[in-house]
């Protein structure tokens, strides 16, 4: 039988960070969970395309925008169910077991969150961001996302929009999103060039604003 996982990433020079997402696929590899990797690209002028073709990557291009991005890669993909993942995002070492044991219970779900920083200032952020996902069901991509193509297609896959496609899809998905107990350590770089509680407020204020109908293509402008 086929490896049954789609791992789809979408990519924009995202040459300085990829290299440690595509490490921690390897254990999948191992474990011949893995049946394809695909790179959905928005354009990259570094490394990004090269490193893709030496990982043996299915690579796809178009325009830069995350949910067109997402939405284009999903189309190539042939597994009956699908990782999305960000470049800058590390998966647990224990992920293909925590993986085959969501796919068992066939339901959608997503990591808790942590950042590659020490501090209370990224503790704060993470444990807000994991509260909001298991509250309100609004975990954002950072968290990557298991989704089996039929949940996937049920929903309308990711909206071409190039903010909030991660929200509109958890928003989709509803109350059969669940939690895994594993933790995805994503990149703090945004944070620290940003300001902790500048980017934390930032990012609060666009999610308030979605939620109340201000349009992505809007939003995206001030992000």
């Not at 997402?21 to 893995?34: F, W, Y």
């Not at 190539?76 to 925590?98: F, K, N, R, V, Y």
Request: aromatic share 6%.
């Amino acid at each position: 039988m086929r490896a049954r996982l789609s791992v789809v990433i979408p990519t924009l020079n995202a040459g300085d960070s990829l290299p440690a997402c595509l490490t921690r696929l390897m254990p999948g590899v191992e474990a011949a969970l893995i049946r394809e990797l695909i790179l959905t690209d928005g354009g990259s002028t570094d490394t990004t395309l090269a490193i893709a073709e030496e990982a043996g990557a299915q690579l796809v291009t178009g325009p830069a925008s995350r949910g067109g991005q997402l939405r284009r890669g999903v189309a190539q993909a042939t597994g009956e169910w699908l990782l999305i993942l960000h470049a800058d995002s590390l998966l647990p070492d224990d992920w293909p077991a925590l993986v085959e044991a969501q796919m068992a219970r066939h339901r959608p779900a997503h990591f808790r969150l942590r950042f590659d920083a020490r501090g209370l200032a990224p503790t704060l952020v993470a444990t807000w961001a994991n509260l909001r996902a298991r509250s309100l069901r609004l975990p954002y991509g950072d968290q990557g996302l298991l989704i089996s193509r039929a949940d996937y297609d049920a929903v309308g896959g990711y909206r071409d929009i190039p903010l909030m496609e991660d929200v509109a899809m958890a928003r989709a998905l509803g109350r059969r999103l669940d939690v895994l107990p594993g933790r995805i350590t994503t990149s703090a770089a945004k944070y620290r060039r940003d300001g902790w509680l500048r980017r934390g407020a930032r990012n609060l204020t666009l999610l308030i604003r979605y939620l109340l109908g201000a349009s992505p293509e809007q939003l995206a402008r001030k992000y």
